[in-house]
């Protein structure tokens, strides 16, 4: 599986980006989708993900209430709408896939698949 996230870019505090993930080479919907976070240095986060499935999803505490992720299995496609945005949350947003749950424990095991990263810059 290939993936490719875009969506990226600056904002100020308070703003709205929405970062966009497409993947190519397997079946699409066989795969949980979920949303990382890792700035140079320091631990990768789990923000959010969702499952093959019936679309159970998973979040961050800390971006509860704030952003949302999608998935469009036509269009093999995840999305993460990012509003109401805090500079904590400035860093590298990266897509993931997996044939099993992902969720917060992802952040450490890992997962299956990774896209190149997407810089989000949040100005207060």
């Known amino acids: 599986v290939q993936l490719q996230a875009s969506g990226g870019g600056s904002v100020q505090a308070g703003g709205s980006l929405r970062l966009s993930c497409t993947a190519s080479?397997?079946?699409?919907?066989?795969?949980?989708m979920g949303w990382f976070r890792q700035a140079p240095g320091k631990e990768r986060q789990f923000v959010a993900a969702v499952s093959w499935g019936p679309g159970r999803i998973y979040y961050a505490d800390s971006v509860k209430g704030r952003f949302t992720i999608s998935r469009d299995n036509a269009k093999n496609m995840v999305s993460l709408q990012m509003n109401s945005l805090k500079a904590e949350d400035t860093t590298i947003y990266y897509c993931a896939a997996d044939y099993n749950r992902l969720d917060s424990g992802s952040a450490v095991r890992g997962a299956h698949y990774w896209g190149k990263g997407t810089q989000v810059t949040v100005s207060s």
């Open positions: 080479g397997r079946t699409f919907s066989d795969y949980s």
